[in-house]
């Protein structure tokens, strides 16, 4: 398996390859994985059964680690080579590689690339005319949604190799029963109505939108004592410090930085509300969305990308129009005034999240591998 970073860096691509990775490895078969090195040094380790090798990574372009792949990675004997996109850097690699070494290959498209700067949006272009170089090479697609097969320009080009495959949750580690009074106590805020974001704090990532809901927040603060705790971290985070600043906030946004995944279920736990206010159709999942309905939480996205498929609006959460922050805002109020709602909502989503269990999902993907030959 091939992905731009591995836990403990934050994203969804990470908690997908490693959560599928380490349930491979439970269903009997031998998984390794290559990543770059951030946030931790290079090297090979084994972890919970999977062989991660992190590889050196001297510079970024576009949001993707460049890295040199080491000699195993064109000498071990594979059965299939699982590539993660958005990083058409790795995908390309891992996509020529099958084809030179005949190893059949299967790529899981999270999301389309995201045009965060003029300039990316140029390169967007480019690569949306280049990428049948690579992509064409691959036996299967898998994407998260039949919203995102069905809406993404690339994808719809490869309908006939595409299969969805939703994401997964560990329904074990996350789930209601889970305590959240460690965190509370931690940061003092046992008494107020608590909201999480959890993502990583970067340019790749400003399409999650947490400056959305950080705009937002001034309107509830009127109404409710409320904490914000945002779970990531990264080069943006003086970015937003700035609109927490400006929006006299400081008092109700709490940076918890990169938290250990043994550690993240709690901070769902403490947790009243999940915000996430994604801009646009770069949200090919929302990973986050289904982690806190694990642990029975209500949650609130945007009406973007593949989130309409996730949440189920009135069931487990509530859709908004995305950027609109004064609309936001109102739903935020809302839920957080009304228990009974946000009760029934959790328990729907735990429901929800029971059915998308990581070991349904990784049986789903070895059937797909098993379709190779």
């Known amino acids: 398996m091939v ?30 994985v290559y990543c770059s090195d951030r946030p931790v040094r290079p090297g090979v380790s084994l972890e919970a059964g999977v062989k991660v090798v992190r590889m050196k990574a001297p510079m970024m372009f576009y ?28 995908a390309a690699s891992s996509s020529w590689t099958s084809l030179l070494r005949r190893i059949p290959s299967v790529l899981t498209w999270h999301n389309d690339l995201p045009p965060v700067t003029s300039t990316a949006r140029i390169l967007t272009e480019f690569h949306d005319a280049a990428s049948p170089a690579y992509l064409n090479n691959f036996r299967r697609i898998i994407a ?24 997964g949750v560990d329904t074990k580690n996350f789930n209601p029963e889970v305590d ?32 959305v809901l950080l705009n937002a927040l001034p309107s509830v603060k009127e109404l409710l004592q409320i904490k914000l705790i945002v779970v990531g971290d990264g080069p943006m985070k003086a970015f937003y410090e700035g609109i927490v600043s400006r929006n006299h906030l400081q008092d109700s946004v709490i940076f918890a930085g990169r938290v250990e995944d043994s550690i993240l279920p709690y901070y769902y736990a403490a947790s009243d509300l999940l915000v996430l206010p994604s801009k646009d159709s770069s949200e090919g999942f929302g990973l986050v969305l289904l982690e806190a309905m694990a642990c029975g939480k209500a949650v609130i996205g945007s009406r973007v990308g593949g989130v309409v498929e ?53 049986e789903k993907v070895e059937h797909i591998y098993g379709e190779l030959g």
């Open 63 to 90: 949001g993707t680690p460049l890295v040199a792949f080491p000699a195993s990675f064109f000498s071990e004997r594979f059965d299939v080579i699982h590539a993660n996109f958005p990083s058409p850097y790795l």
């Open 310 to 362: 996730v949440i189920r609006d009135g069931e487990n959460g509530l859709l908004v129009d995305p950027n609109n922050f004064e609309l936001l805002s109102y739903n935020i109020v809302a839920l957080l005034k009304d228990d009974a709602t946000r009760d029934r909502m959790g328990r729907n989503g735990r429901a929800f999240a029971e059915l998308h269990d990581w070991s349904r999902v990784a």
């Open 180 to 211: 959240g009074g460690v965190v509370r106590e931690k940061y003092n805020i046992s008494g107020s109505k608590v909201l999480l974001f959890v993502g990583a704090l970067t340019r790749w990532h400003g399409y999650k939108g947490l400056d």
């Open 3 to 32: 992905n731009s970073f591995y836990p403990p860096w934050i994203g969804g691509a990470e908690r997908y390859t490693s959560s599928l990775a380490r349930e491979l490895v439970k269903k009997g078969n031998e998984v390794t």
């Open 144 to 167: 998260t949604t039949n919203v995102y097969a069905s809406d993404s320009k690339i994808l719809r080009r490869y309908s006939k190799k595409v299969v969805v495959i939703q994401n």
